[in-house]
């Protein structure tokens, strides 16, 4: 049952990473969040010539449910990347997961819903896939609980 939740999950971050702006490392990432009433919300990467102003794919994601008011209704994460044809189709056979960053980020979300939010993971062929807590991935994280918010 996880694996194909997860299945579903990584379909529409492919679809999100057709849509990856990364002209320079040519490496299309997707993601999408699975909100709880089973809404999506989807995001790519977003280079910049000035390397340290890019956006992942999941922080694009994660700052557009907040944007909408819905960063605490998020339950689950897909992430799927790869090297990037021309026609927006991804390439490449090593599993994506999310960076240091956007772990920061996750656990972020997942400390203010409460919840321990699922990730799920994929190779751009789909040879690799993955399931995470986002406590498996930033295990002694500091997020907003540090800080007395609720």
Known sequence: ???????????????????????????????????????????????????GLSL???????ATANSQGRLREIVAIGVIGGALAKDGTLGGSALVTPCGRCRQIINEAAQLAGRDID???ASADGSAFAYFRASELLPHAFGPADLGVK
């Open 1 to 51: 049952m996880r694996e194909v939740a997860g299945r579903v999950l990584i379909d529409a971050a492919r679809e999100a990473a057709a849509h990856a702006h990364a002209p320079y490392s040519h490496f299309g990432v997707g993601a999408v969040a699975l909100l709880a009433d089973g809404q999506m919300v989807t995001g790519a990467n977003f280079e910049n010539a000035s390397y």
């Open 56 to 62: 992942c794919a999941e922080t694009v994601t994660l």
């Open 119 to 121: 990730i799920y993971c």
